[in-house]
């Protein structure tokens, strides 16, 4: 047995069920060994794509989505992907080839430092320099990948220590134990929830993780307590909870704003700093603050809590619960703005307008999929709109990057979606920015049968770029383009292409795209003119409720 087999069957010992990757010289004898293995290598068209898709599979299972690639512009390639997992807190592996030991020393062909390049994106890294050490590598790797915060880790193979002998076995894996907060700060958060007025939860990616859903509805339902999340936070609490008040996180003031402006305690659920500033809702920090987590409260002096709850949420969430008592005290505010954020949402239910609005077309894909159905948006405009109007009842149903926003993640994410739920409905939102930067990935579709649908948010330019180009500057620059013909284009790759041409269009278009047994692209062209009235509303907007 050679080090690249005794890798493989590590990655097998992990419960590793698919790599992602691209083949090259300097990994051949992974891939050898991959051909023997349980693991299904899916060969992409591009190193981002494979650690985009590392990445969604990890957030959406929760263990480490794994992704190759050779030596130099491979592993250069797949550093985008990687630091997005990383920021988004999605374990992932990645593994990299590497030149042979004996010619680290010199100049030599393809070679970089991969160990030192990776070290700011990732939270563990290193080389294997001794077969023996495999074993250990390999699960010190998974185990650092998936502990919270969970984030990518990266292990970098040279070829002649893939090829040299070994004797050694995988590691027994190591189970997760709970970890329960201490009743000191127990006691010191439900003393302030119970003293609290006008309270408000703050939930995110955390919880999410920590499959808190279901303590976090019924803490919410018992103490009376209005919540909002994070773009990543979607779907903790259904978003027809009647004390659900949706999204936070856009850069400008919004319905929600307003919970935020009345609120004397924040109480915050598994929420990471990274998702949303909170000197963008406690800009003076004078706002009190409860953190519920599995890991301490970041260092900000817009965040500083009356009282940290460490542990596992549910049991934390439970825990307060049974001590704080506010019985009786109905939220003097969560109703009226519920019903402003809702009206706003029904607002274009029935707007006819062409090219469509984007929250009208948000408004129909939400009508077409299921509380079950997934939904990856990549980065632009319509990720502003889609954390605002695309609504979940589930967690993990709505996949939006806001640790890093790397473009080009929904259709490599909606491949591994497709891959983790092949039974649900999956849509990948897209920008034409964006799907022009990973399009090629539609062919990997194909080629492994995941049949999804891509809906472009076709305007002929970088949306958001403009829509703050024009807030700053009253102008905007260098932001347009043009773009091929998206349905020819999808049909020359074999794949169903459509065109919305009124509104009325949109509804039977996705219904039929979803029904196909190939990926579909559907281009929409989209009313951006729509970005500068949210800031002009936003504005405006007053908090007198």
């Known amino acids: 047995m050679n080090t690249a087999e005794l890798l493989v069957q590590c990655l097998e010992n992990e419960g590793v069920e698919y790599v992602f990757g691209l083949p090259g010289e300097e990994n051949l004898h992974v891939l050898q060994a991959l051909r ?30 794994v992704c190759l690639s050779t030596l130099g512009p491979g592993a250069t390639n797949l550093m985008t992907g990687v630091a997005d997992a990383n920021l988004d807190c999605a374990p992932l592996v990645a593994i990299t080839g590497q030149v042979g030991t004996d010619r680290m020393h ?26 023996s050490n495999t074993s250990e590598i390999v699960r010190k790797a998974f185990k650092l990948a998936q502990s919270e915060k969970p984030g990518a880790v990266h292990i970098d193979l040279p070829e002649n220590i893939a090829a040299m002998p070994v004797v050694g076995k995988p590691l027994r894996t190591d189970s997760r134990e709970r970890v329960y907060a201490s009743f000191q700060s127990i006691e010191r958060a439900a003393i302030a929830i119970s003293n609290a007025k006008n309270p408000l939860i703050l ?24 919540v909002a999340n994070t773009f990543m936070g979607k779907g903790v609490i259904p978003y027809t909870h009647p004390l659900a008040l949706w999204a936070v996180g856009l850069q400008q003031r919004d319905h929600i704003s307003c919970g935020f402006d009345n609120t004397d305690l924040v109480i915050c659920v598994g929420y990471d700093l990274i998702e949303y500033s909170p000197k963008r809702w406690n800009p003076d920090g004078t706002t009190s603050i409860i953190h519920i987590d599995a890991t301490p409260a970041e260092v900000d002096s817009s965040y500083i809590p009356l009282a940290e709850v460490v542990g596992d949420i549910s049991d934390s969430l439970e825990e307060i619960l049974k001590r704080a008592d506010r019985t009786g005290k109905p939220n003097p505010y969560a ?34 999929m299921g509380p079950e159905d997934i939904v990856i948006s990549d980065v632009g405009a319509h990720k502003m709109w889609m954390a605002r109007h695309y609504h979940c009842d589930r967690p993990n149903t709505c996949i939006i990057s806001n640790g890093f926003a790397a473009m ?42 995941t049949p999804f649908v ?4 076709n305007d002929g330019g970088y949306g958001l770029i403009e829509w703050k180009q024009i807030n700053h500057f009253g ?70 409720i």
Not at 107 to 125: G, I, R
Not at 342 to 353: I, L, N
């Open 106 to 131: 010199i100049e030599s062909h393809q070679y970089l430092d991969l160990v030192a390049m990776f070290a700011p994106v990732t939270k563990w890294n290193t080389q294997i320099v001794r077969p």
């Open 335 to 368: 109703v009226e703005l519920r019903a402003e954020i809702r009206a706003d949402y029904e607002e274009y239910a029935t707007d006819d307008g062409f090219p469509i609005k984007p929250q009208k077309l948000i408004y129909d894909l939400r009508q077409v």
């Open 454 to 457: 891509t809906i472009i948010f």
């Open 408 to 449: 080009g993640i929904a259709i490599p994410g909606a491949i591994a979606a497709k891959l983790v739920a092949p039974q649900r409905k999956v849509v990948a939102v897209t920008g034409d920015g964006g799907f022009m930067m990973n399009s090629q990935e539609l062919e990997t579709a194909l080629r492994i049968g």
């Open 203 to 226: 939930v995110g990616n955390g919880a999410i993780r920590a499959r808190a859903s279901d303590a976090l509805t019924e803490f919410a339902t018992r103490l009376n307590i209005p």
């Open 475 to 544: 102008e905007s620059a260098f932001i347009r383009f043009s773009n091929p013909d998206f349905v020819k284009f999808a049909e020359s790759m074999g794949l169903k292409g459509y065109r919305v041409e009124s509104a009325t269009d949109l509804i039977p278009t996705l219904k039929a795209a979803l029904a196909q047994d190939v990926p579909a692209v559907i281009d929409c062209p989209v009313d951006y003119r729509e970005n500068l009235r949210f800031s002009k509303r936003a504005g405006d907007l007053s908090c007198a």
């Open 36 to 65: 023997q293995s349980s693991i299904q290598f899916i060969t992409t068209r591009h190193e981002q794509g494979a650690a985009f898709m590392a990445d969604v599979y990890g957030r959406l299972t929760g263990k480490a989505g």
